[in-house]
């Protein structure tokens, strides 16, 4: 399987008066999203099904990429991915996906990092304490399935190299 590990995009600053669940990606987070989701298209990525948190801006981050890759009915919401989610109860729900799939994850820090600390790192006693910005993504291959699914690290890409990517294949 391949696993593609997506934090939302920019939401803002929380405010004291709403909550934290139905805060929404700002306008330009809105861009950068879809910038960053045409250059996933353009370097040949395809996904077999998105997850996503169920809070807004994770949701919002999902939908974007969803509607580049036209593929807005393999949706998910696993409430599990939210920031107070348990990882086991990702894993277990990734060990039920088709090996075959590539899938696309979307949440939130610091959540995502221990996910893919988890699966890489396979009990060494120095994690590698991944920070993920926003609109960053991970590419895992996992190898084999156990409670923690292990994987290696295929690679890492920033907001910035996507933008880049992006913004080339304008011209």
Same mark, same amino acid.
């Given at each position: 399987?391949?696993?593609?590990?997506?934090?939302? !995009?920019? @939401? !803002?600053?929380?405010? /004291? =008066? *709403?909550?934290?669940?139905?805060?929404?990606?700002? @306008?330009?987070?809105?861009?950068?999203?879809?910038?960053? @989701?045409? *250059?996933?298209?353009?370097?040949?990525?395809?996904?077999?099904?998105?997850?996503?948190? #169920?809070?807004? %801006?994770?949701?919002?981050? @999902?939908?974007?990429? /969803?509607?580049?890759?036209?593929? $807005?009915?393999?949706? =998910?919401?696993?409430?599990?991915? *939210?920031?107070? $989610? =348990?990882?086991?109860?990702?894993?277990?729900?990734?060990?039920?996906?088709?090996?075959?799939? *590539?899938?696309?994850?979307? $949440?939130?820090?610091?959540?995502?990092?221990?996910?893919?600390?988890?699966?890489?790192?396979?009990?060494?006693?120095? #994690?590698?304490?991944?920070?993920?910005?926003? &609109? &960053?993504?991970? %590419?895992?291959?996992?190898?084999?399935?156990? +409670?923690? #699914? %292990? $994987?290696?690290?295929?690679?890492?890409?920033? #907001? %910035?190299?996507?933008?880049?990517?992006?913004?080339? +294949?304008?011209?």
């Amino acid at each position: 399987m391949e696993l593609f590990i997506l934090r939302h !995009g920019d @939401a !803002g600053r929380r405010s /004291s =008066q *709403a909550s934290d669940r139905i805060r929404p990606l700002t @306008a330009a987070g809105k861009v950068e999203i879809m910038e960053i @989701a045409k *250059a996933l298209k353009i370097i040949g990525l395809k996904f077999d099904l998105v997850v996503t948190s #169920p809070l807004k %801006r994770a949701y919002d981050t @999902a939908m974007i990429v /969803s509607n580049i890759f036209d593929i $807005g009915n393999r949706v =998910q919401i696993w409430n599990e991915l *939210a920031p107070e $989610g =348990q990882r086991t109860e990702v894993y277990r729900k990734i060990l039920r996906l088709r090996e075959e799939y *590539a899938v696309l994850i979307v $949440g939130h820090q610091p959540l995502l990092g221990e996910i893919v600390n988890d699966m890489i790192h396979k009990g060494k006693s120095s #994690p590698c304490n991944l920070l993920l910005k926003k &609109g &960053g993504v991970v %590419r895992l291959r996992l190898l084999s399935k156990s +409670n923690i #699914p %292990r $994987g290696e690290l295929r690679w890492l890409l920033s #907001p %910035r190299i996507l933008k880049n990517i992006y913004k080339k +294949n304008l011209k």
